[in-house]
């Protein structure tokens, strides 16, 4: 049953707006429409700071980049910037080895079969290792194979560990298993669990920019839909989950929207630009 659509009483016009992409600004067909990229546009014009915050790595920015966005986009759930304007890179925090290894070696012993993938690239290349057993649920990723412990001797933005059940089942066990070595977080609700470097979230590197930018959590406007936006979600004065989004993601926003498909980034966005 779709969640019924709540507003809170209007704001003044917010100084930060984040959006994140798959499931929020995007569309059905993975793409930004034309509503929510005016949208957006309208926003920066009037002065305010547009951030796109995706779980997505660099080389999959290209929904946005075709409507035109140049600003900075915080990816990998918070483990890379990335100025797209710029084609630079501002900074990416990676998981080391011996992080992995411990927490890979702990994961294991919970009995639960599961596949492993990192993510190396922290700008346009492509650099994904899997082993055999990984099914990426994205087919324009091309994967480079290893052995569970190759896969762990470099440095990574990002791990991917795969279970057959589906990520929500687990995810509680494994954080628990984590503790404070990494980050674990779920964008998916499909069995794909994700694991960055220890303390990084959307939230986490959102409150850094802002404060960079001189503009207060209450003047921040985000939206999401999956538990990776949740740090995000909490963070910011105005917080508005999708129609569609995970009911923990639900729980935490201060209003719902509307859909991902029916442009419900454009709805909120219209109440001030």
Same mark, same amino acid.
Not at 27 to 39: F, P, W
Not at 87 to 110: C, E, K, N, Y
Not at 202 to 221: F, H, P, R, S
């Given at each position: 049953?779709?969640?019924?659509?709540?507003?809170?009483?209007?704001?003044?016009?917010?100084?930060?707006?984040?959006?994140?992409?798959? !499931?929020?600004?995007?569309?059905?067909?993975?793409?930004?429409?034309?509503?929510?990229?005016?949208?957006?546009?309208?926003?920066?014009?009037?002065?305010?700071?547009?951030?796109?915050?995706?779980?997505?790595?660099?080389?999959?920015?290209?929904?946005?980049?075709?409507?035109?966005?140049?600003?900075?986009?915080?990816?990998?759930? !918070?483990?890379?910037?990335?100025?797209?304007?710029? !084609?630079?890179?501002?900074?990416?925090?990676?998981l080391q080895p011996p992080v992995m290894q411990s927490f890979v070696g702990d994961i294991a012993g919970?009995?639960?079969?599961?596949?492993?993938?990192?993510?190396?690239?922290?700008?346009?290349?492509?650099?994904?290792?899997?082993?055999?057993?990984?099914?990426?649920?994205?087919?324009?990723?091309?994967?480079?194979?290893?052995?569970?412990?190759?896969?762990?001797?470099?440095?990574?933005?990002?791990?991917?560990v795969r279970y057959g059940e589906r990520s929500t089942d687990v995810l509680g066990t494994v954080r628990?298993?984590?503790?404070?070595?990494?980050?674990?977080?779920?964008?998916? !609700?499909?069995?794909?669990?994700?694991?960055?470097?220890?303390?990084?979230?959307?939230?986490?590197?959102?409150?850094?920019?802002?404060?960079?930018?001189?503009?207060?959590?209450?003047?921040?406007?985000?939206?999401?839909?999956?538990?990776?936006?949740?740090?995000?979600?909490?963070?910011?004065?105005?917080?508005?989950?999708?129609?569609?989004?995970?009911?923990?993601?639900?729980?935490?926003?201060?209003?719902?929207?509307?859909?991902?498909?029916?442009?419900?980034?454009?709805?909120?966005?219209?109440?001030?630009?």
């Amino acid at each position: 049953m779709t969640p019924a659509i709540t507003t809170s009483p209007p704001m003044h016009a917010p100084a930060m707006v984040v959006c994140d992409m798959d !499931g929020t600004l995007l569309g059905a067909d993975g793409r930004v429409s034309a509503r929510n990229a005016q949208a957006l546009a309208r926003a920066a014009e009037a002065g305010a700071r547009v951030v796109i915050a995706t779980g997505r790595p660099v080389y999959n920015l290209a929904p946005v980049v075709d409507i035109g966005f140049t600003g900075l986009a915080v990816c990998m759930n !918070g483990a890379v910037i990335y100025d797209i304007a710029a !084609g630079q890179v501002r900074s990416a925090t990676m998981l080391q080895p011996p992080v992995m290894q411990s927490f890979v070696g702990d994961i294991a012993g919970l009995g639960w079969t599961f596949a492993l993938a990192v993510e190396r690239a922290i700008d346009t290349e492509r650099d994904f290792w899997a082993e055999n057993a990984y099914a990426h649920p994205w087919e324009d990723v091309e994967l480079q194979w290893a052995t569970r412990a190759e896969l762990m001797t470099g440095p990574a933005v990002k791990m991917y560990v795969r279970y057959g059940e589906r990520s929500t089942d687990v995810l509680g066990t494994v954080r628990e298993v984590a503790a404070e070595r990494v980050t674990v977080t779920d964008s998916s !609700g499909d069995g794909l669990i994700e694991v960055a470097a220890a303390g990084v979230t959307k939230g986490a590197v959102l409150a850094t920019l802002a404060a960079d930018w001189g503009v207060d959590a209450a003047d921040v406007v985000a939206f999401g839909d999956m538990p990776n936006d949740i740090e995000m979600l909490a963070w910011a004065g105005r917080s508005v989950a999708m129609c569609n989004a995970h009911p923990d993601v639900l729980a935490v926003a201060s209003e719902v929207g509307g859909h991902h498909a029916a442009d419900g980034v454009a709805e909120v966005l219209e109440r001030w630009f």
